[in-house]
C-alpha cells in the first residue's frame, strides 16, 4: 500500500501497533543523571544540585561551590562579599551632630 507519511491511516497504525517506527522515531539517549563531581557517581539533587555559577548539577554532597572546587569561586565569593558590604553600609549607624 502506498500509505503517506503522518495521514490519518498512518498515525492509526502506529497507535495500534501495525506500523514500524522510522528510524528518526527512535529513542534518544537518556540524560546523565550523575554528579559532574569527578570520581562522584551519586544521583543528581533536582532544584539544590544545580550550581549557579559553573552551570553543573552535583549530588546532596557536592552542590556547594566549596565542595566541588567551582571554578567560579572567586566571582562567587566577590559577589556575597558585595552583598554584605552594601547590607552593612545601609544599616550604618551615625551619631547625630549637636
Known amino acids: 500500500y502506498n500509505i503517506q507519511k503522518e495521514s490519518t ?4 497504525l502506529r497507535l495500534r501497533g501495525g506500523a514500524q517506527p522510522s528510524s528518526s522515531e527512535e529513542k534518544s539517549p537518556k540524560k546523565k543523571n ?8 551519586d544521583k543528581i539533587v533536582k ?4 550550581c549557579r ?6 549530588c546532596a ?4 561551590p566549596e565542595a566541588h572546587a567551582c571554578e567560579n569561586l572567586m ?10 558590604s552594601i547590607k552593612l553600609l545601609s544599616e550604618r ?3 547625630s551632630k549637636v
Open 93 to 95: 549607624c551615625v551619631a
Open 53 to 58: 555559577y559553573c552551570q553543573h548539577k552535583f
Open 9 to 12: 491511516l498512518h498515525l492509526v
Open 61 to 64: 554532597r557536592h552542590r556547594l
Open 34 to 41: 550523575r554528579c559532574s563531581y569527578t570520581d562522584c557517581s
Open 47 to 50: 532544584i539544590i544540585g544545580d
Open 75 to 84: 566571582s562567587c565569593r566577590q559577589a556575597a562579599h558585595e552583598r554584605n
